[in-house]
């Protein structure tokens, strides 16, 4: 039996710490062990707890002059403790500030309006982790613009993409088909006119907020 292969039955039946994943690594593939190290030796959750408290400050900013009784004894339900740990874990493993401001309007807005039912909640999260920044953009860029026009029906997709001219059209398609994939967006008139579905119109509180 060769030496590799020896330690990989080795890490196979053996390997049950952070360290023995580590040492395997380095003596097997060197020039990764030291990433690989780093990662597991807490870097890696320093990083993302700071982002957690990036999320929480953010909530704890938004809710310190906020009083409500209906809030106060829902944020102490079962169904609040799941979707804040939800919702946190994502913001943990989510690299870009952007979304992770999406995540903070996310929880607030479960704290303070008391609206959408606990599976809502959990679809909304699910399509907030789906999209992507340029998602963001289109999405923001579609408000602003339907805000100047001062309308309810939906935006001409031309206007759209006036708004996003530092965007290849096609790409701006590509988004807004994906959107529409989401149930977020909807197309009309012949591909000429988008709108946001209801559920959209839910979701679009926790993109575009002051």
């Known amino acids: 039996m060769s030496k590799e292969k020896s330690q990989i039955d080795r890490f196979r039946t053996n390997a ?6 580590a ?3 380095s003596s097997a593939v060197p020039w990764i062990g030291g990433p690989v190290s780093n990662a597991l030796s807490g870097i890696s959750a320093g990083r993302k707890m700071a982002r957690v408290r990036e999320v929480i400050e953010g909530l704890v900013s938004e809710l310190k002059e906020f009083k409500s009784e209906a809030s106060e004894a829902y944020v102490k339900t079962d169904e609040f403790q799941e979707l804040l740990e939800h919702t946190l874990r994502k913001a943990a493993d989510e690299r870009n500030e952007d979304k992770r401001q999406v995540y903070r309007a996310f929880l607030t807005d479960a704290v303070k309006s008391l609206g ?3 599976d809502e909640q959990i679809q909304s999260l699910r399509i907030l982790e ?3 920044v340029d998602h963001l953009k289109v999405l923001r860029a579609f408000m602003d613009e339907l805000a100047r026009n001062q309308s309810s029906l939906g935006l001409q997709f031309p206007s759209l993409q006036m708004r996003l ?3 290849q059209r ?3 398609r590509d988004l807004v088909s994906q959107l529409n994939n989401m149930g977020v967006t909807n197309i009309v008139e012949k591909g000429q006119i988008l709108s946001l579905t209801p559920f959209g119109q839910r979701l679009i509180r926790y993109i575009v907020h002051d």
């Open 23 to 25: 040492s395997f690594v």
């Open 116 to 118: 959408d039912s606990y």
């Open 170 to 172: 096609d790409h701006i």
């Open 165 to 167: 001219a530092e965007m």
């Open 16 to 21: 049950e710490t952070a360290i023995d994943i």
């Open 130 to 132: 789906e999209l992507q």
